[in-house]
C-alpha cells in the first residue's frame, strides 16, 4: 500500500508503524444514562480532573514552551464554564460522554468563529474533548512507547503538543500525520529533531498497527510494507544523497566557479562554534539583542567588546557583520522605555529607537570601533530613507568603522537603494521582515502567514531591484533572510545578483551543495523564470525546473 | 465591590500564557472573580480560561476586573498587575 502527503521535514525513515488513535467516536446524540445523575456527574468530573492532571504532568516533565502550552490546556481541561456545562446537561439527563462533547463543542465553535490564534486554539479543545471522553469510555489515554526496541513511525490524524512534547529521535522514525500542514505542530517538531515527516496524508490512521513503514519526507510518499530491496535502496539513496550534500566543501561557489560567500546567522556567541562547525566562511547576521534583553542596565562597554572580539577571532581574515540593537515596543528594555504602540513593527524600533536614544548607539559603535579589524562590518536595521543612511553611516565613519552599511526590510529601501548606497558601503536585504512590510502581513499572525512566502514575485522585484542598483555601484548586497536558507532560492538570490549568503549554520551544507551544482548561467535563467510567474507558487516550480540537479541532491 | 481598569499591555493580548497567569491566580482566590470590557461585553468568570479567551481582549484594549470580600483589594491588585504586563 502506497499514501502520498505533503513532505514537510526531509529524509526517509523506516519503522515499525505506531498508530495513535486519539480520535474517540461521537457520543451519540440523546445518549442517556442508567444510574443517578449525582455519581454520573461525578464520573464526568474524575475524567476532566484526570486528565487536567495528566496535561499539567507533562508539561513539567516537557518544560519550555511546551510546558506553557500543556498548563494553559490543563486550566482548558478543568474550566468552570464546561464543569457547569457538563453538570446541567448531566442533570437533563444526558450521558456524561456526551455532556462533555457538547460542552466542549459549545466553547470550541465561539472560538473557531473568531478566526486566527483563537481558531487555532479551538483544534487543541478538541484534542482535550477527545481525551476526557477516552477516559469516560475506559479507552487508554495515549501513550508513546518510551523506549522502543527500534524506533517506530508515529502515525495520527494529527498530533497536539501533549503527544510530542516529550519524544526525541530514539523514539521516533519518521512522522505520519492524516491532517495538518507545513506549519503544524507536527512539522515544526519534526524538522527541529532532524526526523522525516509527511503531513496531509489521506488513509494514513488506515495503516495497521505493527507493520513496517517508510517515509519520503522530502516527496511526501509513504510506503506500507515496502519490499525490503527497497527499503535499501531508499535508505542507500538518502544517504547518497547527504553524502551528496557534504562532498560540497569549501568556499560557497556556482558550478562555474562565481564566488558566493556564505555566512552563518549568529544570535550570540555560544553560536559561534555551530557556524565554524559548519564552514561558514563569516558571520553575515551578528544579532546583538543578546546583550540588551533582560536586563535593567546596558551592557558595559567591555562586556560589548567582548562579545564584538570573539565573532572576529572565531573567523580570522573572514568577514563579521555586526547588526546594531534591533529593539523596539514588542520587546521593550528596561532601560529604554518606548511608550506602548498599536502597531510594534511600525513604530519606534531598530534604528529608529536609536534616535530616541542616541547614546545607546553611540555605546555600541564605540564599543565596535575599539576592537574594529578589517573585517569587521556593522549595519543597522529598520532603515527606511537616505537620511537614515547617511546619519548611521556617518556615526560609523566619525569612529573610524572600516565597513557601514544597512539592512533592507522597508520597501522605501528597496525602492531607493540608489539613495541608501549613495552612503552606505553595502545592503543586506532582511527578507522576513521585507515579506512582512511589503505584503502588510504581520509575521507573527498564523492567519496572513501565506504572504510570508519568499517566493511571491513582489518580493523577487524587490530583492532584484537592490541587488541591480548595488552592482551598478559596485558596492555589495547580501541576503540574511530566512529566503537563503532554501537552496531553491539561494540560486535564485545568486542568479539575481546577490553577492553573499546569510543562513542558520544548520543550513549551510545543503545551500553550499545547491550552488555548486549549477552554473551562475543556470541560476540567472531560474531567477529569470521565477520572476515572470504570476503567484508564488508558479515562481518556485519555474525556478525548479532550472535548476536540475536539485533532484539529484533530493533537495 | 472593588474594580480595576487596566490597559492590557501583552503582545497577544489577554491570551495564552498572560491568560493562564491570570486564571491561574484568580482560581485561588476565595471570592468570585468577574472581568469585563467597558463596552458592555462581559461580565465573564475571571476563573475561566475559555471565557476569557472568548472576550478576545486585545492588546491596549482596556478590561476591568471586579471583586467583593474579604482580600479581594489584594486579589484584584495581583490580578490587575498580570493583566497589565508587557
Not at chain 1, 131 to 151: D, F, N
Not at chain 1, 460 to 476: H, S, W
Not at chain 1, 480 to 496: H, I, R, S
Amino acid at each position: 500500500m502506497n499514501l502520498r502527503g505533503v513532505g514537510v521535514s526531509p529524509g526517509v525513515g523506516h519503522g515499525p508503524s505506531y498508530v495513535l488513535s486519539v480520535s474517540v467516536p461521537e457520543p451519540p446524540e440523546g445518549a442517556a444514562y442508567a444510574g443517578e445523575a449525582e455519581q454520573e456527574k461525578e464520573r464526568a468530573m474524575t475524567a476532566l480532573t484526570r486528565v487536567a492532571g495528566e496535561l499539567e504532568a507533562r508539561g513539567n516533565r516537557a518544560g519550555g514552551e511546551a510546558e506553557e502550552i500543556l498548563k494553559a490546556q490543563a486550566l482548558m481541561a478543568e474550566d468552570p464554564g464546561v464543569v457547569v456545562k457538563v453538570r446541567s446537561l448531566i442533570d437533563r439527563g444526558v450521558a456524561a460522554p456526551r455532556a462533555v462533547f457538547e460542552a466542549f463543542t459549545k466553547y470550541r465553535d465561539v472560538l473557531a468563529g473568531s478566526g486566527g490564534y483563537l481558531g487555532e486554539r479551538a483544534a487543541d479543545l478538541n484534542d482535550i474533548r477527545d481525551r476526557v471522553i477516552a477516559v469516560l469510555y475506559g479507552q487508554a489515554m495515549p501513550a508513546l512507547p518510551a523506549k522502543p526496541e527500534e524506533p517506530y513511525v508515529l502515525v495520527a490524524r494529527d498530533l497536539a503538543p501533549a503527544d510530542t512534547a516529550l519524544l526525541s529521535r530514539a523514539q521516533v522514525a519518521a512522522f505520519v500525520t492524516e491532517e495538518g500542514g507545513p506549519t503544524s505542530h507536527t512539522a515544526i517538531l519534526a524538522r527541529a529533531m532532524g526526523v522525516p515527516a509527511v503531513v496531509a496524508c489521506p488513509g494514513a490512521t488506515g495503516i495497521p498497527h505493527g507493520v513496517r513503514v517508510m517515509v519520503d519526507g522530502t516527496s511526501g510518499e509513504v510506503e506500507v510494507e515496502p519490499a525490503e530491496a527497497h527499503v535499501a535502496d531508499a535508505v542507500g539513496a538518502a544517504s547518497a544523497r547527504r553524502a551528496a550534500i557534504s562532498a560540497a566543501r569549501g568556499p560557497g561557489r556556482t558550478a562555474d566557479g562565481q564566488p558566493v560567500p556564505l555566512y552563518a546567522n549568529v544570535g550570540s556567541p555560544a553560536d559561534l562554534d555551530a557556524a565554524l562547525a559548519a564552514e561558514a566562511e563569516g558571520v553575515g547576521l551578528y544579532r546583538t539583542e543578546f546583550l540588551y534583553l533582560d536586563r535593567t542596565r546596558p551592557p558595559s562597554p567591555e562586556e560589548q567588546r567582548r562579545a564584538y572580539r570573539q565573532a572576529l577571532e572565531a573567523f580570522p581574515g573572514g568577514k563579521v557583520c555586526v547588526r546594531t540593537l534591533d529593539s523596539g515596543a514588542d520587546k521593550p528594555l528596561a532601560f529604554l522605555p518606548v511608550p506602548a504602540e498599536p502597531n510594534p513593527a511600525l513604530g519606534e524600533r531598530g534604528l529608529r529607537l536609536f534616535r530616541r536614544f542616541p547614546e545607546v548607539m553611540a555605546a555600541q559603535l564605540d564599543a565596535l570601533a575599539a576592537v574594529a579589524e578589517e573585517g569587521l562590518r556593522v549595519m543597522a536595521p529598520m532603515v527606511a530613507t537616505a537620511e537614515d543612511a547617511a546619519w548611521f553611516v556617518r556615526a560609523c565613519r566619525d569612529r573610524g568603522l572600516p565597513s557601514a552599511g544597512v539592512m533592507i526590510e522597508i520597501p522605501a529601501a528597496a525602492l531607493r537603494a540608489r539613495d541608501l548606497l549613495a552612503h552606505a558601503d553595502f545592503v543586506s536585504v532582511g527578507t522576513n521582515d521585507l515579506s512582512q512590510y511589503t505584503f502588510a502581513a504581520d509575521r507573527q499572525l498564523g492567519a496572513v502567514s501565506a504572504l510570508q512566502d519568499p517566493w511571491q514575485p513582489a518580493l523577487l522585484d524587490l530583492v532584484a531591484m537592490t541587488a541591480e542598483v548595488a552592482a551598478r555601484v559596485g558596492k555589495p548586497c547580501a541576503v540574511c533572510g530566512e529566503a537563503a536558507a532554501d537552496p531553491v532560492m539561494a540560486c535564485v538570490l545568486a542568479g539575481l545578483g546577490v553577492g553573499s549568503l546569510s543562513m542558520a549554520p544548520s543550513s549551510l551544507a545543503a545551500v553550499r551543495a545547491g550552488l555548486a551544482a549549477h552554473s551562475l548561467d543556470q541560476c540567472r535563467t531560474a531567477a529569470h523564470a521565477a520572476r515572470a510567474q504570476p503567484t508564488a507558487a508558479d515562481a518556485r516550480a519555474a525556478a525548479r525546473a532550472h535548476l536540475p540537479a536539485l533532484v539529484r541532491l533530493g533537495l | 465591590m472593588g474594580e480595576r481598569k487596566v490597559t492590557v499591555a501583552a503582545e497577544v493580548g489577554l491570551h495564552a500564557r498572560p491568560a493562564a497567569t491570570f486564571v491561574q491566580r484568580a482560581k485561588q482566590a476565595p471570592m468570585e472573580i468577574a472581568v469585563a470590557k467597558p463596552n458592555g461585553e462581559g461580565p465573564v468568570n475571571g476563573k475561566s480560561i475559555l471565557a476569557i479567551m472568548a472576550l478576545d481582549v486585545r492588546q491596549g484594549e482596556t478590561v476591568v476586573i471586579s471583586a467583593e470580600g474579604e482580600g479581594s483589594e489584594e486579589v484584584l491588585d495581583e490580578l490587575a498587575a498580570i493583566a497589565a504586563a508587557p
